[in-house]
Nanobody, 112 residues
Framework: QVHLVESGGGLVQPGGSLRLSCAVS????????MHWYRQVPGKERELVAT???????NYVDSVKGRFTISRNNARNTVALQMNSLKSEDTAVYYC??????WGQGTQVTVSS
């Protein structure tokens, strides 16, 4: 059974940075396509970033150049480095892999 635990969220001022981490068990992150999603209350979950098993990455246009997805195969974790944060990045962030149950997510709030 796949288990995903997100951490690293918090309150940050506009222009600041946060690094989210996702601890993964039940699968190897190196062998799967891993994603970061985000969700704002009342809106659908949005795909933010993807990393494939061969390391290719993809981002939603609104975060290109600011966010970086990466993985640590030895620790079996996936990270999302978020720089130059904006108020519109405020959301609950989730890591995900196809077929897995959604985790609790981690709240990111960008506010002065």
């Amino acid at each position: 059974q796949v288990h995903l635990v997100e951490s690293g969220g918090g309150l940050v001022q506009p222009g600041g940075s946060l690094r989210l981490s996702c601890a993964v068990s039940g699968i190897f992150v190196s062998a799967n396509i891993m994603h970061w999603y985000r969700q704002v209350p009342g809106k659908e979950r949005e795909l933010v970033a993807t990393i494939t098993s061969i390391g290719r990455t993809n981002y939603v246009d609104s975060v290109k150049g600011r966010f970086t997805i990466s993985r640590n195969n030895a620790r079996n974790t996936v990270a999302l480095q978020m720089n130059s944060l904006k108020s519109e990045d405020t959301a609950v962030y989730y890591c995900h892999v196809a077929g897995a149950t959604w985790g609790q997510g981690t709240q990111v709030t960008v506010s002065s």
